[in-house]
């Protein structure tokens, strides 16, 4: 399906469409224009555009689409995160969760409005602790649909989002082409317009793409997914260990923290008895000391189908006092948000599950 499908113009960085104007023969303040259209005035078909001749709209509309994706449900209430499931061309599905300012670690800014975005449908690296990997994987996102989501839930919440986090289904690096696009249209000032240090992307640790983003060379900040402070216990959840062993990733951080112009966190999820002893905690201290990383502690969110737990509240806080008495910036997430914001995927599993896309995943035992 997705070599059929027509290019769309949100997958255009300014540049493209410079290109795509100049060899239509068009004057090149056309650009703008359109940009103005799809950007500012928020158009979602290109007959829309009314001061752009209708000949060239006719020209743009066989070749191209302006279509963003189709809303389907929102969970939860204004004021706290919503989570909207969004359904793409094909019939797939994906998640987008919109967080607001009271939510997430401490000394934010009130208007902070966070959207966390994904970037494929399914996801190939099969973390045994993760919705997402359950079902495998199925495609890539197009920039387009990865852009759609922001302008998908600024229309239908009427909230202007200053925050994207890649932090929703699937493993955006392993889509790089995609997401490196996909960052060209958020940051431009011409685009969405959102600032390179307000966007997050986060990764189960894939080496080279690690670098790849880092040689962007702009502000983009960076989350590492590590959940085990030891080969040992990081590559009986996390597949992608074995691929990139932590001697590995540390040596594409290393090249972040020369290449790149921000710092990066360390994610570690709290699952009860698989990575919550005090000498992982220990050992956590050491390697995000040796590299300066900031440290960011979630209680595991329980998974229909899976039979991973989150630890007692007071261990969560003696395994963050251990790694904040070693000198590193930790926080202990709160619940609230969380709880959709992290399990992205499970709402996607069950309406994919439901509709027969997928079958119901199998129980898995520890
Ligand atoms: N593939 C990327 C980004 C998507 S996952 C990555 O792995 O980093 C975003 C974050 O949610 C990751 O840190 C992931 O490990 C975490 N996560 C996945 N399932 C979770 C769950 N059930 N509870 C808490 N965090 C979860
Ligand atoms: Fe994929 Fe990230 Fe989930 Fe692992 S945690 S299966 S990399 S989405």
Request: proline content about 3%.
């Amino acid at each position: 399906m997705s070599s059929t499908v027509k290019p769309s113009l949100l997958a255009q960085t300014k540049q493209d469409l410079e290109t795509i104007i100049d060899e239509l023969g068009e004057r090149p303040y056309r650009v703008k224009q359109i940009l103005d259209w799809i950007y500012t005035k928020r158009v979602d078909k290109i007959e829309n555009m009314s001061d752009v001749p209708a000949k060239l709209r006719e020209k743009l509309a066989e070749e191209y689409t302006l279509h963003t994706l189709e809303h389907i449900s929102v969970n939860g209430a204004k004021d706290t995160t919503q989570k909207f499931l969004l359904k793409l061309d094909d019939g797939r599905y994906v998640e987008t969760v919109l967080i607001p300012a009271n939510i997430g670690d401490g000394g934010i800014q009130a208007e902070r409005r966070t959207l966390c975005v994904s970037s494929q449908v399914g996801c190939a690296y099969g973390c045994k602790f993760c919705a997402s990997g359950l079902a495998g994987f199925t495609r890539n996102l197009r920039p387009e649909e990865i852009i759609g989501q922001i302008l998908t839930v600024e229309k239908i919440s009427g909230e202007k989002i200053n925050n994207i986090v890649f932090m929703g289904m699937g493993e955006p690096m392993a889509n790089y082409k995609n997401l490196d696009k996909a960052l060209d249209i958020i940051t431009g000032q011409w685009g969405v317009n959102i600032g390179a240090r307000r966007i997050n992307v986060s990764t189960s640790g894939l080496a080279p793409q690690i670098k790849l983003l880092a040689d962007r060379g702009q502000q983009i900040r960076l989350a590492i997914s590590l959940h085990g402070a030891t080969d040992e216990v990081r590559e009986r959840i996390m597949p992608v260990n074995k691929k990139y062993p932590l001697k590995e990733l540390i040596d594409a951080l290393r090249y972040w923290k020369t290449h790149s112009k921000q710092k990066f966190t360390f994610e570690f999820i709290l699952i009860k008895g698989v990575n919550d002893s005090f000498d992982q905690a220990r050992q956590l201290a050491k390697l995000a000391k040796s590299l300066h990383a900031k440290v960011n502690l979630i209680p595991y969110n329980t998974v229909e189908g899976l039979e991973w737990e989150r630890p007692a509240l007071q261990h969560c806080k003696d395994f963050a006092a251990i790694v904040h008495k070693a000198g590193v910036t930790t926080t202990l997430r709160n619940e609230k948000g969380h709880d959709i914001a992290a399990a992205c995927g499970q709402l996607r599993l069950k309406q994919e599950t439901a509709e027969g896309i997928i079958e119901a995943p199998v129980k898995t035992k520890k």
